[in-house]
Every structure is written in structure tokens, then in C-alpha cells.
């Protein structure tokens, strides 16, 4: 199970940091994306291309047609509601995600989603051959399913993703 150790932090949308319906928001380090109706959270450690496989899914899924946004890069607001995990970005990088070596590009965005696989990029070599069945990813008290893709040379990361998930 990986989880985000991240402490609330305040919504910049809000002063006193309470979302209009009343949920106080945790600020994990991720980055979300929603394709249709799914909602992605790309977690890890700095540096092991969340950002880069989240913009590929999107540049892939634009490609076919697909409607597909940004929700946050780098920072995420989260919170559990009607138990469901909503993400929205802070005000100060809304529509922006941040590619090394470029600075901060802006996207297609929408202003939340709600999560439902959390995507862990991995790069070789794979320190496991197999993932484990039945992964999670924990934030507080909210879960998601937790799926491993493989960043690979040739490989689109959206047909990855959609084998394992219903795209």
C-alpha cells in the first residue's frame, strides 16, 4: 500500500481554507488528470515522471477524440466527499502543468473531478516483476485502487492504462 504523508494545507480558492461545501482540502503532491468520466491521481516521489505520463495520457487520448483535462500538476487539493475523493488544483497553478527543463505550459483543464484509480509510473528496472494483487493508495481516510505503469520507450501509456482500467 503507498500513502501521501502530506498535511493539509489550505485552499488558496478560500482564505480560511474550507471548500465551499465545507470540506477541508489536503494538499498531496500528485498530479490529476480526468479521461471521460475517469479520474486519475499520478502519485510517487519527485522525479519518476508523474507529470510527463499524465501529459502523454492526455496527448494520447486527444489524438482518438477522447475528451480528456488537466485537473492539477504537482500539487493537488483533495478531499473526501459523499465518499467520494474530489481533486481540484490551487488557484496559483490552475491550468498549468510544469515540464523540467521548460517551466509551467498551460493546459485544457477542468476545475475538479472525482478520483478513481490512483497511477503509479514506474521506470525500469522494475524492482518487482509482477505487481502485487489488489493495490491501494491511501490519502487520510479516502482509498483508491492503485495501478503500476510502466514507462517504457515505444510504449503509449494510455493503452498501458487502459488495459487495466475501464477507458
Same mark, same amino acid.
Given at each position: 500500500?503507498? =500513502?501521501?504523508?502530506?498535511?493539509?494545507?489550505?485552499?488558496?480558492?478560500?482564505?480560511?481554507?474550507?471548500?465551499?461545501?465545507?470540506?477541508?482540502?489536503?494538499?498531496?503532491? $500528485?498530479?490529476?488528470?480526468?479521461?471521460?468520466?475517469?479520474?486519475?491521481?499520478?502519485? !510517487?516521489?519527485?522525479?519518476?515522471?508523474?507529470? #510527463?505520463?499524465?501529459?502523454?495520457?492526455?496527448? =494520447?487520448?486527444?489524438?482518438?477524440?477522447?475528451?480528456?483535462?488537466?485537473? #492539477?500538476?504537482?500539487?493537488?487539493?483533495?478531499?473526501? /466527499?459523499?465518499?467520494?475523493?474530489?481533486?481540484?488544483?490551487?488557484? =496559483?497553478?490552475?491550468?498549468?502543468?510544469?515540464?523540467?527543463?521548460?517551466?509551467?505550459?498551460?493546459? /485544457?483543464?477542468?476545475?475538479?473531478?472525482?478520483? #478513481?484509480? $490512483?497511477?503509479?509510473?514506474?521506470?525500469?528496472?522494475?524492482?518487482?516483476?509482477? $505487481?502485487?494483487?489488489?493495490?491501494?493508495? /491511501?490519502? !487520510?481516510?479516502?482509498?483508491?485502487?492503485?495501478? /503500476?505503469?510502466?514507462?517504457?520507450?515505444?510504449?503509449?501509456?494510455?493503452?498501458?492504462?487502459?488495459?487495466?482500467?475501464?477507458?
Amino acid at each position: 500500500m503507498m =500513502s501521501d504523508d502530506n498535511a493539509p494545507e489550505r485552499d488558496r480558492t478560500n482564505p480560511d481554507g474550507v471548500m465551499a461545501d465545507g470540506a477541508v482540502p489536503r494538499n498531496i503532491h $500528485a498530479t490529476a488528470i480526468v479521461i471521460g468520466t475517469i479520474g486519475y491521481v499520478f502519485v !510517487g516521489p519527485s522525479g519518476t515522471g508523474k507529470t #510527463s505520463a499524465a501529459l502523454a495520457c492526455l496527448a =494520447s487520448a486527444a489524438r482518438r477524440g477522447w475528451n480528456a483535462a488537466l485537473v #492539477s500538476d504537482d500539487q493537488v487539493l483533495v478531499c473526501l /466527499r459523499g465518499g467520494r475523493l474530489i481533486a481540484r488544483a490551487p488557484v =496559483s497553478i490552475a491550468g498549468l502543468a510544469e515540464l523540467r527543463g521548460v517551466g509551467p505550459i498551460p493546459l /485544457r483543464c477542468v476545475p475538479a473531478a472525482v478520483l #478513481s484509480v $490512483a497511477v503509479l509510473p514506474v521506470l525500469p528496472p522494475f524492482e518487482v516483476r509482477v $505487481a502485487p494483487e489488489a493495490e491501494i493508495w /491511501r490519502t !487520510g481516510p479516502a482509498t483508491l485502487p492503485l495501478l /503500476r505503469l510502466p514507462l517504457l520507450p515505444g510504449l503509449d501509456p494510455l493503452d498501458a492504462l487502459s488495459r487495466f482500467s475501464a477507458l
